[in-house]
């Protein structure tokens, strides 16, 4: 936006909707001003600045001190608490995001945050699908979207608010969940291994050690991009609804059934082989089961054929494999 030139008024400026997760914050040209208006500066542990009006609960990455973007804010936030049919502010539980838009100077980014809730919202009809989400198939499954979307927000703007000690509680728990998932379960759908979450309990152990404003941010910062993957995993899975996958298997000899086609020159190939295709090929379709990966399976699988390569070229060369 310009630094100068005539201000928008409020019936003139057009609120769009936008998702947490494509917040540009990677790719922008920071400037900072002295007088930021009554908001205040937060810095986020990767070192990205962004400023909240605490009273108004508002949230900007763009500069306050920016005098047309200044009274924009303002503008867009009169309009955004009219929408909600409130007289001057926000409800209790929520939180507002604005950012300006470089299409326009007539358009403000804008999503709301229900920290009761733990969603983002919109008081206007939206259809989400245009933002990248969907489709859904029940309120339950839009639901789950809009929470990955709610700890992304959490997780970019870290510094101005404690995270809440019941999804602090729910989230070591669920971490030693998955623990005891993957280590009885070989389809588990939790989205890491034993070990991995053994790591993060550690971590956030630690932290319950040395809890203090100095470390607000961070440690904020890595409870929501836990739990934003969790959700992620979940509203993949269905979490919680009446086709829930509960296993990354669940339908695995179905797709098998349905891409393997007996043929005579099919049979000669694995017979020469001595089945290796046939094995390798369910091993692959294991992996993209349900259209679905997990990264340590992958590596898994990969460090397995690179072993089986290495031995086979051996072979090949000295006639035994290596000890």
């Known amino acids: 936006m310009e630094a100068t030139g005539t201000v928008p008024q409020v019936g003139q400026l057009k609120l769009v909707p936008v998702l947490p997760s494509l917040n540009p914050r ?3 040209n920071i400037t900072r001003q002295t007088q930021l208006n009554g908001f205040r500066e937060f810095v986020h542990p990767e070192g990205d600045i962004y400023y909240v009006d605490q009273s108004r609960r508002v949230i900007t990455a763009s500069d306050p001190g920016h005098p047309p973007w200044s009274r924009t804010l303002d503008g867009a936030y009169k309009q955004v608490v009219r929408l909600l049919g409130r007289t001057t502010r926000l409800p209790a539980s929520s939180e507002l995001w604005l950012s300006s838009q470089q299409a326009s100077p007539l358009e403000v980014g804008y999503y ?7 969603v983002i919202y919109w008081p206007e009809e939206v259809d989400v699908r245009r933002l990248g989400l969907g489709p859904f198939e029940s309120n339950v499954d839009l639901r789950g979207a809009m929470a990955s979307e709610y700890w992304v927000h959490i997780d970019y703007y870290p510094g101005q608010r404690d995270v809440d000690g019941q999804a602090e509680e729910e989230l070591i728990a669920t971490l030693r969940y998955g623990c005891i998932d993957d280590m009885t379960a070989p389809g588990s759908t939790f989205p890491w291994s034993a070990e ?5 309990l550690i971590i956030l152990e630690g932290f319950q050690s040395i809890s203090s404003k100095n470390t607000l941010a961070a440690r904020t ?3 929501a991009r836990l739990w934003a993957a969790i959700s992620r995993a979940r509203h993949i899975h269905g979490y919680g609804t009446q086709n829930a996958r509960l ?3 669940q339908g695995l000899e179905g797709s ?3 891409q393997v086609t007996w043929s005579l020159p099919l049979a000669l190939g694995e017979a020469v082989a001595l089945g290796y295709s046939r094995h ?7 992996l993209w089961n349900g259209r679905v990966m997990y ?3 992958w590596e898994t699988f990969l460090g397995d054929m690179r072993r089986e390569w290495m031995q086979m070229t051996y072979f090949v060369s000295h006639g035994f494999p290596p000890r």
Do not use: P
């Not at 991995?196 to 993060?200: A, D, G, K």
């Not at 390798?280 to 294991?286: A, C, D, P, S």
């Open 256 to 258: 098998l059934s349905q």
């Open 247 to 249: 296993d990354r298997f």
């Open 112 to 118: 709301l945050v229900n920290h009761d809730e733990r």
């Open 295 to 297: 990264q340590r399976h």
């Open 221 to 223: 910062s890595c409870i």
């Open 196 to 200: 991995e979450c053994r790591q993060f």
């Open 26 to 28: 990677y790719d922008r």
């Open 280 to 286: 390798l090929f369910r091993r692959m379709t294991e």
